[in-house]
Structure formats: structure tokens, C-alpha cells
């Protein structure tokens, strides 16, 4: 007979998983599909837990496969990262207001996906908001502190993504004003996980996934079944799920104030920072994309989030193959036309601050 399991990734934001997996015991009588062996890896990645997961009969074919993931993996990180030396990234702010620097053609690409979200969310997604991360700390730098007003307000003629100038044909990116500063963590591994979508589908790799921190691609189908996944509750306990959605060679990314935050005085501060304001965005709990594209879904999560319920549902439903799942800050539930098949809802999500 076949057996049913339910696996849960704890302490991963916004994702857990129920996957039903076809053992031995189905007979020598079922399909190849059937008879493929679960293959899984697992490891850091960009500040996250990158975990790679595949059906195939070829173990040996499929670990190398997850090897050049990994490998991509680091590549971009090495390119992207603020914290780097010598990253691409690095260097394009050292050199804000003063000249351009040849970078990666990848770089390139990230930004130029950038700049569009950016002006179909109205500048809320915004990568130069790399100019307010030495007043809030939510990176490796958490300190749980309240920067001044007057320390905000200093940046924020720093936040501008209109003054990114990328030149494709000398291969540059030049930051227009002295301090500005891109960070492309609301990206970024979104654009791996595209990369590594590539890998795979190039590979030859059917039914797979790819998980990085909150973003994360379903490829192909188990046992003829859409992949369930669930929706984190934004205010429930690690793994708990308040509602699942069945995809298919789909991204699914989910953006959040409960992933990097702190709480003083029964308020919470969180690492979605609002570029119009420099403060933490305050009109949604959860974010939750689905698209065919990991890159776009990452970065479309923070410009709904920091939009907030209305103005992100709006956007969402304007947007070809996009879809999403909304938890305003009162604990709302908003759905886009294109999910409400796919959508269930296994409990109201838990109201807290």
C-alpha cells in the first residue's frame, strides 16, 4: 500500500509543506514516477537554510544537480551581498556620487527587475533603502534598538531607486548621490532561486523544490497532484500553518514582520522598512506571492506589504500571473480571484500584536 506524510519545515517563515510520497510498497507494477527515490540536501545559503528536494530515479544525476545549485547559490552571493568584501555590491556604493563600476551582468539584471516593481508599487520596493540600514539594524547586526528621527529623516533623501543608472552597454552601475546605498536582500534570493529553477529544468528535473528562507519554487506535480503548501500564521508558533494553497511549477514567497523583529513597549519592529517614512511598514502582518517567477514574487511580497492590504490587492490583481494572499495588520484576509480555487483556510490566523 502507499503511505501519507506530512512533513513541516519549523522556523522557516511562511512555508510548510504536506507532501504525499509513494514508498516501495506500491508494487513493482507502478509507474516510474512512482518507483523515484526522494533525494534531499540541505544547507546555509544567503543568511537562510537552502533546502533542495527532487524525485528521480538517478540519486547520483540529482546530487550533482544539487551541487551546481549550491554553487550558483554562493556565486550570486558573492556578487550580491553587503557584507562581502569586494562584492559588486559593495563596490557600487563605495562609489555612490563619484563614478560608475563595471559589474556582473547578474547585478545588472537584479536591478533592472528592481526598477520595474519599483514603479509598479509607487517606489515602496525599493533597493536604495540600503540607506537606512546603519540606522535600523535587522541584518547580522540586530540590536534591538529605535534609531532617532532625526537619524531617519537624514537618509531618506538617500532612498531614491530613479537615481540607479545602469549602463548595460559599458556594463556599469553608477549611484547618482554620495551615500546611497543598494541592498538587494528583498531580491536577491528570489533571483537565485530563478537561477536555480534554470539548473534544474535544464537537468532534466520534473517534480522538485527549491527552498530559501521565505521564497521557494514547486516544480511539476506529485503523483499527479499539486504541491500543498501552507501559509505561516504571522503571529502563530513556528510551523503552524493558518491556510494552504496547491501550485504548480510555481513560486511561492512570502514576506513578513515576524521573520526579523523585536517588541518594545507591546510594539513591534520589524525589518520591512517603509522608503517613504524609513520606518517599519505598519499595514500588513503577512505576504504571501504566487508566480511563475521567483524574482518577481520576492520582490512584488515587500512592495504589497509595505502598500498595505487595499493598494497591494490592487497591484497583485493588475499583474499578469500574479497572484497572492494578504493578512492586514487586523488580521484580515484578503485573497486574489486567481487563488480563491486553491485557496483553503484551516483556521483564523492568531491575533496578536
Known amino acids: 500500500m502507499c503511505r501519507r506524510f506530512c512533513v513541516h519545515r519549523a522556523g522557516t517563515p511562511g ?61 550570486l552571493e558573492a556578487l550580491m551581498s553587503v557584507w562581502r568584501p569586494g562584492s559588486d555590491v559593495q563596490r557600487i556604493n563605495a562609489a555612490a556620487g563619484d563614478h560608475a563600476v563595471a559589474v556582473n551582468a547578474d ?83 528570489g533571483y537565485a532561486v530563478e537561477r536555480a529553477k534554470e539548473i534544474s529544468r535544464r537537468a532534466g528535473l520534473h517534480d522538485f523544490m527549491i527552498q530559501a528562507g521565505g521564497d521557494l519554487y514547486v516544480g511539476g506535480h506529485k503523483d499527479g497532484r499539486p504541491w500543498k503548501l501552507g501559509i505561516n500564521d504571522p503571529r502563530g508558533p513556528d510551523g ?5 494553497i496547491e501550485l504548480s511549477d510555481s513560486t511561492f514567497s512570502t514576506s513578513g514582520d515576524y521573520a526579523r523583529f523585536f517588541m ?26 504566487a508566480s511563475d ?5 520576492d520582490a512584488v511580497a515587500k512592495g504589497v506589504f509595505i502598500l498595505g492590504p487595499e493598494k497591494g490587492m490592487a497591484l497583485i490583481e493588475r ?7 494578504i493578512v492586514s495588520a ?5 485573497v486574489s480571484s486567481g487563488l480563491k480555487d486553491k485557496f483553503v483556510l484551516l483556521a483564523p490566523p492568531t491575533n496578536a500584536p
Not at 111 to 121: F, G, H, K, M, T
Open 240 to 244: 503552524r500553518s493558518f491556510a494552504t
Open 319 to 325: 499583474l499578469p500571473h500574479v497572484e497572492g494572499v
Open 107 to 189: 547585478v545588472r539584471d537584479v536591478l533592472r527587475i528592481a526598477r520595474q516593481v519599483s514603479e509598479w508599487s509607487d517606489g515602496t520596493f525599493d533597493v536604495t533603502f540600503g540607506a537606512l540600514t546603519d540606522v535600523w539594524k535587522f541584518d547580522h547586526d540586530q540590536d534591538n534598538t529605535i534609531p532617532g528621527e532625526e537619524a531617519i529623516r537624514a537618509r531618506l533623501p538617500l532612498v531614491d531607486y530613479r537615481q540607479i543608472e545602469i549602463d548595460d552597454r559599458a556594463g556599469t552601475v553608477f549611484l547618482k548621490r554620495k551615500g546611497m546605498r543598494i541592498h538587494l536582500g528583498g531580491i536577491g534570493k
Open 264 to 289: 518594545k513597549d507591546a510594539v513591534r519592529y520589524h525589518h520591512i522598512l517603509d522608503p517613504r517614512t524609513g520606518h517599519p511598514a505598519r499595514l500588513c502582518r503577512s505576504v504571501t506571492i
Open 330 to 334: 487586523t488580521n484580515e484576509v484578503l
Open 293 to 297: 517567477s521567483a524574482v518577481l514574487a
Open 15 to 75: 512555508l510548510c509543506l504536506c507532501l504525499a510520497l509513494m514508498t516501495a510498497a506500491c508494487g513493482p507494477g507502478a509507474s516510474p514516477a512512482a518507483r523515484s527515490r526522494l533525494v534531499e540536501r540541505a544547507g546555509a545559503a544567503m543568511g537562510s537554510e537552502l533546502r533542495l528536494t527532487a524525485w528521480a530515479a538517478d540519486e547520483p544525476a540529482v546530487r550533482s544537480v544539487f551541487d551546481a545549485v549550491f554553487k550558483e547559490f554562493e556565486r
